[in-house]
Each structure stands twice: as structure tokens, then as C-alpha cells.
């Protein structure tokens, strides 16, 4: 949720920053119905006054021996006006409310405007895998590996979704309990959250009310209720309606949930297996900030996510995103995206975003300065810290070899007990 204050005092400017969005909008219905707002507020707050003034004058009058009746119909008069400029402030806090839960966060003013053509590569490691054979895909590998099992993964369930066997199994938990064990190295709190949401946690994330419609919701159940996203839909509303103490700041968690989401459109011919699926398993990182601390902890969380990737031996690649290409909650992200040899190209694993006060604005979340006993919103910022479905994918193909086998890289093996080269199946 933006703060009106920035509106009504540079409606220009917030404008041409909402346009790097590619978010075009108008704020004079808005500003017209603010001033009104104050005008009623104003003129409420009179009335009251005004109100409590004249009962308070009645024991007066009648001690005097005056006739109270004209003072009471006077008040009766007053309240009756007051009720209707209640009943039209209310509106009009509606109107407001609905049309800033609607806009976008403001992007970082250093982001480019438009989209994904405009990210920028600022960062490149490791040497891009050559083979002196002909390769394999992930897809291939993985059936060849005996690790995945695409075919009764749609038949049980559909196509987007797989399961995962045997030494597959055991990857994918590896990769998991890796990610963890980084996580609690550094001190983050661990959490494992409900996978059932109410509403008010989508609004908070920023994800409704524009992307309703973009997860699963449940019928037959009240209050009505989805399938997380994304573990930080439910981080980011554990302190909602909170206010924490300044010096429990920055709250750092993360999380491991499978993540459920609705795909729109169609998959690409290249983004078969699990580049893309309805279901995958992720950890992700969130953190509560003071705004002072915001951007450290930005950079603490994009130097987390490349160094899980690093250790796992990947080639991979950093890139800031333009703003038209961030979501619709956040400020400013960059991608963690890894090599994908067998279709050429780079693919996230995770983005770590700064949603600066948006969300805990939404959500309420603050703190009380110790200075001034004021509250202040949080920062909230995330990462994921790593999703699997892509790493999986990048160490069948990066660490192939020619006799069809793969090996594990080194700082899986021992969540793998000891196993270091996943061989082909008789």
C-alpha cells in the first residue's frame, strides 16, 4: 500500500514512477475524494465539539431556569447531520482504500522503466559447461537415472506435476536439507507455516486484489481459503496487526513449502519436466527490517541465494530486473538464475526482492522507535533460498558425463549418504 502523503504532495513523479511499472494511472478522482474526506473529517469533528458543548450547557440552563427543549432540538439537528457526513466519509475512506490497495509498489528510482528486455546482467560465475559429447537433456537424464517418473505423475495428478523416485527422492531432499542447514548456519529462525491461507494474508502479500485469480482456492470451507504460493505470502504476515520492539529488529525466517501455483497460458516447447509445474518445493527467506537497515538486508539475502548456487558447483548468472518486470508488491529484485545447457538459456532459482514498507503497510506491521515512542512500518524483503525445480534440472545437465551418469555435487553427498555419481539404471 503506498502512503497518500507521497500523492498528494509529488502526484507527478509518483505517476512517472508507477509508468516504469507500466502502470498508467490518474490521481485527481483520488485527490478529490481526499479532500473531501478532510473537509468531512473537519466538519464531524465540529459538530462534536460542538455537540458536547451544548449538553454541557444544560445543567446551566436549567439551573438558570431556561427552557433546555431548543438545545436538545439543536443537538438532535447536529447529530442528524453529523450521522450523514459519517455515512459519506465512510464512502469515501472505501473509494480511497480500494484505489491504493489496487496500485503497484513504486519501483527503486535507480531500476530502468519497462520490462524484461530492459534487465540488466551485473554479475556472471563459473564457466558455461561444454561437453565433448552429445548431451543429454534433464528430462532424459532423469528417466535414464531412474529419478523422476513423468509419465504416472500426470496420470496421477495431471500435466505440470511429477514424481520424484528413489535416488530422486533423495536429491531433492538433499537439496532441501541443504538449503536448511545454510539457513540455521547463519542464524535465520526456521518456520514451517500453514499451507491454507485466508484472504487477508494474499491482500497483505500484495497479491490480491490483482492476482486472485492466480492460485488455488479451496471451496466448502469458511472463511474461505488458498493454497500458498509461496511461503512468503505466509512470512510476511506473521506479525500482522503487530507492533514490534525496535530491538527485535531485523526478524530474520525462513521456510521450506511446497509451493502450489496456477500457470497461465501455455508451457513453452523448451520448459519441459520441471522448468515449469503446478507444484514444486522451495525455501524460502524473509526478513523484518527498520527502513534504515532495508537495503543491507537486501544485499544479505542476494549474496545468500548465489551462495547456495555456488556451493553447489553451478554456472549461473545475477540479473536486476527493470521495473516493469518486478512484482507488483516490490521495490526492486534481482534474479539468481542458473544455466540450463540443454536449451541454452538462463533460468531463475530465485529472486530476492525489497517490498520496502508496502506490504507491512497493508499489513500493519511496526515498531515503536525507541527515541521518540512513535511506531514506524517495518521493511520486508525475501529471497528464495533455493527453489528446487530448477536447481534439479541445472545439476543433471551441468555435471553429466558420457557414460550417461551425473555426478552429485560435493556438498550434497553427505545428505546423500555418501553417494557421489548417480548411474544409469539396468
Not at 436549567?62 to 447531520?81: C, R
Not at 537433456?137 to 520424484?164: F, M, N, P, Q, T
Not at 490480491?208 to 504460493?229: H, M, N, T
Not at 516447447?269 to 524473509?286: A, D, H, L, P
Request: aromatic residues 10%.
Amino acid at each position: 500500500m503506498l502512503d497518500i502523503n507521497l500523492i498528494r504532495e509529488n502526484p507527478e513523479k509518483i505517476k512517472e514512477l508507477l509508468k516504469r511499472k507500466l502502470w498508467d494511472t490518474d490521481f485527481d478522482e483520488l485527490l478529490s475524494w481526499d479532500n473531501r474526506k478532510r473537509e468531512l473529517i473537519q466538519s464531524v469533528e465540529g459538530n462534536k465539539a460542538e455537540m458536547n458543548r451544548l449538553s454541557a450547557s444544560v445543567p446551566a440552563a436549567k439551573k438558570a431556569g431556561e427552557d433546555v427543549s431548543k438545545i436538545f432540538a439543536k443537538v438532535k439537528e447536529i447529530a442528524a447531520n453529523n450521522a450523514k457526513n459519517e455515512e459519506e466519509l465512510k464512502e469515501i475512506e472505501d473509494k480511497i482504500f480500494n484505489f491504493l490497495a489496487a496500485l503497484p509498489n513504486l519501483p527503486d528510482e535507480d531500476l530502468l522503466g519497462g520490462g524484461k528486455e530492459n534487465n540488466k546482467v551485473i554479475k556472471t560465475v563459473g564457466k558455461k559447461p561444454e561437453f565433448s559429447f552429445k548431451m543429454k537433456d534433464h528430462v532424459e537424464l532423469a528417466k535414464s537415472l531412474g529419478l523422476v517418473d513423468y509419465d504416472r505423475g500426470a496420470k496421477i495428478s495431471g500435466r505440470g506435476c511429477w514424481v520424484y523416485t528413489n535416488l530422486g527422492a533423495r536429491l531433492e531432499w538433499a537439496l532441501v536439507n541443504f538449503f536448511i542447514s545454510e539457513h540455521l548456519k547463519d542464524g535465520y529462525e526456521f518456520i514451517l507455516p500453514p499451507h491454507l491461507l485466508n484472504e487477508e494474508s494474499g491482500f497483505v502479500a500484495g497479491q490480491f486484489p490483482k492476482f486472485r485469480d492466480d492460485v488455488f482456492w479451496l471451496s466448502g470451507l469458511e472463511p474461505q481459503r488458498f493454497i500458498l504460493p509461496t511461503a512468503e505470502t505466509a512470512l510476511v504476515n506473521l506479525h500482522r496487526n503487530e507492533i514490534l520492539a525496535e530491538e527485535d529488529l531485523p526478524r530474520k525466517y525462513f521456510a521450506y513449502t511446497p509451493c502450489y501455483r496456477r500457470e497461465a497460458g501455455s508451457y513453452r516447447t523448451e520448459e519441459r519436466g520441471m522448468i515449469r509445474g503446478y507444484q514444486f518445493n522451495k525455501v524460502e527467506m524473509v526478513q523484518y527490517t527498520k527502513a534504515d537497515g532495508s537495503d543491507a538486508a537486501f544485499e544479505e539475502l542476494v549474496g545468500k541465494a548465489e551462495s547456495l548456487v555456488a556451493k553447489l558447483g553451478l554456472h549461473y548468472q545475477v540479473s536486476k530486473l527493470a521495473a516493469g518486470d518486478i512484482s507488483h508488491a516490490m521495490a526492486r529484485t534481482y534474479d539468481i538464475e542458473v544455466y540450463i545447457p540443454s536449451i541454452g538459456i538462463y533460468k531463475e532459482v530465485s529472486s530476492a526482492s525489497n517490498g520496502r514498507d508496502y506490504q507491512a503497510r497493508r499489513g500493519m506491521v511496526r515498531y515503536r522507535d525507541k527515541e521518540t515512542g512513535k511506531t514506524k512500518y517495518c521493511h520486508t524483503l525475501n529471497a528464495s533460498g533455493l527453489a528446487t525445480s530448477r536447481i534439479f534440472p541445472a545439476i543433471l545437465e551441468q555435471f553429466q558425463q558420457e557414460d550417461g551418469s551425473v555426478l552429485v555435487p560435493e556438498v550434497l553427498q553427505p545428505f546423500m549418504g555418501g553417494i557421489k555419481v548417480l548411474k544409469p539404471i539396468e
